[in-house]
């Protein structure tokens, strides 16, 4: 039901003799799609209906699965994030280490001259 938006061409159109102009899928697109009513050349309400409740549905269920989709990335962010500081820690740890045994080095180095 989700895929109805993609899958049906939505048109502006007429009546032939009328001035009156009309949005939606041709009668002809919507009977190919779904195989509703009688015959390709009228929409009857209740078929309208049932395909924009049944996209409603699929969207709302799109807006669910994308939900959830972007609260694991969130989780997924705040690891790394945290991740990332751990390791920034040890890379500080690992710098002070480096000075120190430079300074310890140095400090050799001038007693032996």
Not at 7 to 23: D, I, M
Not at 27 to 38: E, H, N, T, V
Not at 50 to 76: F, N, W
Not at 82 to 99: D, S, T
């Amino acid at each position: 039901a989700r895929r109805v938006g993609e899958e049906l061409p939505v048109y502006t159109w007429q009546y032939k003799g009328q001035s009156v102009r009309h949005a939606g899928p041709t009668a002809q697109d919507l009977y190919d799609a779904f195989q509703l009513g009688d015959d390709r050349s009228r929409i009857d309400s209740v078929d309208a209906d049932g395909v924009t409740l049944a996209s409603i549905h699929g969207i709302a269920e799109y807006q669910a699965e994308l939900t959830d989709r972007v609260g694991k990335l969130k989780q997924a962010i705040a690891a790394a994030e945290e991740e990332a500081k751990r390791q920034e820690g040890e890379i500080a740890e690992q710098q002070r280490v480096q000075q120190e045994q430079t300074r310890r080095l140095a400090r050799v180095q001038e007693r032996l001259g």
